[in-house]
C-alpha cells in the first residue's frame, strides 16, 4: 500500500538527472564545418582553411591552387578594392544541346554553386598602382570553358579599357571551348583577337596572366596574344594536354613540359611570377609600358 502523504520517488538517475538538460547546453557538440581544412595535393598534408586563405592559397609546398574569380579580384586589386562590371547576357542554350544532361540546367547549376552568371568575372581599380581593367576566367564555373557568354565579357572587357584609356589585365584559366555551344564557342576566338586589336589601336598595353590551367582554344587564342605574358608557378599551358601527347606521339614528355617554369625557359613565358607578388609586377610593367606613347606589340 502506497502512503500518499510520503513525497514521490525522484525519478530514476538521481539528483544528477535534474543538472543534466543544463549541462548538455553547455558542453553540446559541435559540428566541425566540412571545409574547415583542406587537402595539400602535392603532399597530402591537411591544411588550417583560415592558414591557407592568408598565405593567398599557396600550400606550403609551393602549389598555387585554383581560386574563383571573386577571391582573384580581391587578391588583384590595390587594398582588394573595385567596380564591378557586370558581363553582357547572351542567349542560352541556341543549340538546344544535350550530352544526356540539358545544357540549360547545367548552366543553372553552374550559376548556382557560382553566384554569377558564366566564367568571366570583370573589375576595374588600381593594381600596383596603376589603374587597369582586370577580366578573370574562373575554372570553377564548367572548366573556365570558353562560350559566347565569355567571348562578350572579354570584347566588353576590352572596350571597357579602351574608353577608360587605361591597359586590360587578363587571367586565363579554361580546359577549351565550351562542347554545349559547338562553332559559336570557336567563333569567340576570332572575336576575342579582334578585340585586342582594338586595344592595340588605342595603344594600349594588354597583359595575361596565365594560371593553371590554360590550354584549348583559349591558349591558341586571346592568352598568347599579350603585349607581356605572365604566369603562376606550376600553372598548366598547352593546347592538348600532356596525356593526348604522349598518346598521340607514344613517346613519354620531359619533366615539367607545358609547366610554366619550363615554357619561360623555351620563350613562351615571358617571367614566373608568385601570387603574392603579381599585383606589384603587374604594376610596375604596365606603368612602364603607360609611360610611354609606344605602339602595342
Same mark, same amino acid.
Given at each position: ?54 598565405? =593567398? ?37 541556341? =543549340? ?128 598568347? =596574344? ?72
Amino acid at each position: 500500500m502506497v502512503d500518499k502523504n510520503k513525497p514521490q520517488q525522484e525519478k530514476r538517475g538521481g539528483w544528477l538527472s535534474r543538472f543534466a538538460p543544463g549541462v548538455r547546453k553547455i558542453v553540446s557538440r559541435r559540428e566541425t564545418p566540412d571545409n574547415l581544412w583542406v587537402k595539400d595535393p602535392d603532399t597530402g598534408e591537411m591544411l588550417y582553411r583560415s592558414d591557407l586563405e592568408a598565405s =593567398l592559397w599557396v600550400t606550403p609546398s609551393g602549389r598555387h591552387m585554383r581560386i574563383d574569380a571573386p577571391t582573384r579580384l580581391r587578391f588583384t586589386f590595390d587594398d582588394g578594392r573595385y567596380e564591378a562590371i557586370d558581363t553582357p547576357d547572351v542567349p542560352e542554350d541556341p =543549340l538546344k544541346f544535350s550530352d544526356g544532361k540539358p545544357y540549360k540546367d547545367r548552366l543553372n547549376a553552374a550559376r548556382k554553386a557560382a553566384g554569377r552568371k558564366d566564367t568571366m568575372a570583370i573589375g576595374v581599380g588600381a593594381v600596383g598602382g596603376q589603374d587597369a581593367v582586370v577580366i578573370v576566367q574562373d575554372f570553377t564555373f564548367m572548366g573556365g570553358s570558353l562560350g559566347m557568354a565569355a567571348g562578350e565579357a572579354f570584347i566588353k572587357a576590352a572596350r571597357e579599357a579602351v574608353s577608360r584609356k587605361v591597359p586590360l589585365i587578363c587571367f586565363t584559366a579554361a580546359g577549351g571551348a565550351r562542347m554545349q555551344e559547338g562553332a559559336l564557342s570557336l567563333m569567340q576566338m576570332a572575336r576575342t583577337t579582334l578585340a585586342i586589336e582594338e586595344l592595340k589601336t588605342a595603344r594600349l598595353p594588354y597583359a595575361v596572366v596565365l594560371t593553371d590551367p590554360t590550354t584549348g582554344g583559349v591558349t591558341a587564342s586571346y592568352a598568347m =596574344l599579350g603585349d607581356v605574358h605572365l604566369a603562376e608557378p606550376g600553372a598548366l599551358i598547352g593546347f592538348a594536354g600532356p596525356r593526348v601527347i604522349e598518346a598521340t606521339i607514344r613517346e613519354k614528355l620531359p619533366p615539367g613540359f607545358q609547366r610554366a617554369e619550363y615554357l619561360q625557359e623555351k620563350g613562351m613565358v615571358d617571367q614566373v611570377v608568385a601570387r603574392a607578388d603579381l599585383p606589384r609586377a603587374l604594376g610596375q610593367i604596365l606603368s612602364m609600358l603607360m609611360g610611354g606613347t609606344r605602339q602595342a606589340a
